[in-house]
């Protein structure tokens, strides 16, 4: 089944505590990117990937990182979180940049107290 | 600033009756438009697009409209059934970019 999948689904940290959360896609899909999603902001893009290696920033970038080692796999990366990351993300892929449909994962609540 | 606006936070309608969800963007640069629907504890998927070469595009209920001039475009749902109740985002893109830009989202409740 073609999909893609985020790890953990759910998520309650701490201030500071480094966290990671997961994305993987079973598409071969080229274009992998993150998103965050709060009332009424709609999705805002925080990273893409074009590629293997290929990284850059999306329209809320700070206080994130992300990696993209394999085509598969594209992590989040949070060093430092603070509260105002508190948020649902999804991570979404697609054959190419995004001007064709995106295929998103089911999402990751998590909540930095 | 919010480039793309969905100015209806919800909308309530009757099974049968047609929903009607409107975007308007401000970009002009936007040439390709997208709408994805939402169900709780899921991620969007997508429903239809539309590329600024044509004002009008239909798959089965759901037919997109766009009017560049006024940088505005709408859903219709018709009929709307139970199932669609869900939050619908508008999107938008360029060709020559790499990322979509969406709107805030419209909750539709369709009552039976």
């Known amino acids: 089944e073609a999909q893609v999948t985020q790890n953990p689904r759910y998520l309650i940290t701490v201030t500071g505590k480094k966290l990671t959360v997961t994305c993987s896609q079973n598409?071969?899909?080229?274009?992998m990117s993150w998103y965050r999603q709060d009332p009424g902001l709609g999705l805002r893009q925080i990273y893409y990937?074009?590629?293997?290696?290929?990284?850059d920033k999306g329209d809320v970038p700070e206080g994130y990182k992300v990696s993209r080692k394999e085509k598969r796999n594209f992590p989040l990366i949070l060093e430092s979180p603070s509260p105002n990351q508190t948020s649902l993300y999804f991570c979404?892929?697609?054959?190419?940049?995004?001007?064709?449909?995106?295929?998103f994962g089911p999402g990751t609540r998590l909540t930095v107290t | 600033d919010q480039q793309v606006k969905q100015n209806s936070p919800s909308l309530s309608v009757q099974e049968g009756r047609i929903s009607i969800l409107n975007c308007d963007y401000t970009?002009?640069?936007?040439?390709?438009f997208l709408w994805y629907k939402k169900y709780p504890a899921e991620g969007p998927t997508f429903l239809i697009s539309i590329s600024s070469i044509k004002d009008k595009n239909e798959d089965g209920r759901f037919t997109v409209f766009l009017n560049k001039s006024a940088k505005h475009l709408s859903l219709h749902i018709v009929p709307s059934q139970p199932g669609d109740s869900a939050v619908y985002f508008c999107a938008a893109s360029q060709a020559a970019g790499n990322k979509l830009t969406f709107g805030g989202g419209t909750r539709v409740l369709v009552k039976p």
């Open positions: 970009n002009s640069m936007f040439d390709y």
């Open positions: 598409m071969n899909h080229e274009y």
């Open positions: 990937s074009m590629n293997v290696e290929v990284t």
């Open positions: 979404a892929s697609s054959w190419d940049r995004g001007v064709n449909e995106q295929y």
